[in-house]
């Protein structure tokens, strides 16, 4: 059983800080190197959408990440305090037309659903929650 | 100390890049600024190589995508290469193999621009 948190300013430079904290503990939980790096990669996602989105990279706001994990699964929370997040307005990304267009994002969040098993987003409090789940069986 | 780094050299008159270390949102613009740096000096034979890249998120895949167009409606490419199966996993799933070269070896990329 495993509970742990991190709260950071809302900056990029703080995506490395993430990876390590996310990796550490999903290595502990018991997840192979090709996991983590999905888990990983899934929270650099979400973390990098919080701060260039519902906090516009403004670095004086803050971001917390907590894990924790039952002995079946590892559940990530993304809190912000930003502006909020419609994942109704998710659409699934036709590459082909991007390139068309030189658009340069857009890909996070098809990326975020491909690589966990459960993704889920909710607002309360004024507060935006993503909620990411991988299950240890699914490796 | 930054944790991710770009080497340019020229081989046969095509530019290659090599990638190194994490390339994330936080430092996919010095990518974007080499990149576009070669593009608007002309160089549009450019083959980028992914052998000491350890991890890449997609504000790293966002620059390809951001100059790929320019650069085919001027008769070069961007080739890419040399990606371990982590880095490989997330062109896949973003559905790159099927718009871009992506080798396994930087000759195989250098013999598509000869082909």
């Known amino acids: ?139 | 100390m930054s944790n991710f780094t770009i080497e340019i050299r020229e081989d046969r008159s095509i530019k290659v890049l090599d990638l190194a270390g994490y390339l994330d949102a936080h430092n996919s613009n010095e990518l974007e600024e080499k990149l576009s740096e070669l593009i608007h000096s002309g160089h549009l034979k450019i083959v980028v190589n992914f052998k000491n890249l350890n991890y890449i998120a997609s504000a790293g895949l966002g620059v390809f995508m951001a100059y790929i167009e320019d650069v085919r409606e001027k008769e070069g490419d961007i080739k890419l290469c040399e990606m371990s199966d982590k880095v490989y996993t997330v062109f896949d799933l973003l559905g790159f193999p099927v718009l871009y070269d992506i080798t396994r070896t930087e000759s195989e990329a250098f013999e598509k621009f000869n082909a």
């Not at chain 1, 300013?9 to 996310?22: A, C, D, K």
């Not at chain 1, 502006?83 to 996070?108: E, T, V």
């Open chain 1, 1 to 139: 059983m495993l509970n742990n948190a991190i709260r950071l300013n809302s900056t990029t430079t703080n995506l490395q800080v993430i990876r390590e904290f996310v990796a550490d503990n999903a290595r502990t939980a018991g997840f192979g190197d090709d996991v983590v790096y999905k888990i990983e990669l899934a929270v650099d996602e979400a973390c990098t959408n919080v701060i260039k989105h519902s906090y516009k990279n403004d670095p004086s706001k803050e971001l917390s990440v907590s894990i924790s994990w039952d002995g079946k699964k590892l559940t990530v929370e993304i809190t912000d305090s930003g502006l909020p997040f419609d994942p109704a307005a998710y659409h699934q990304p036709d590459l082909g037309a991007f390139i068309k267009q030189r658009k340069r994002g857009g890909l996070g969040l098809h990326l975020i659903r491909s690589l966990m098993d459960e993704v889920r987003y909710g607002r309360n409090n004024e507060k935006n929650q993503i909620v990411l789940i991988k299950e240890l069986k699914n490796q």
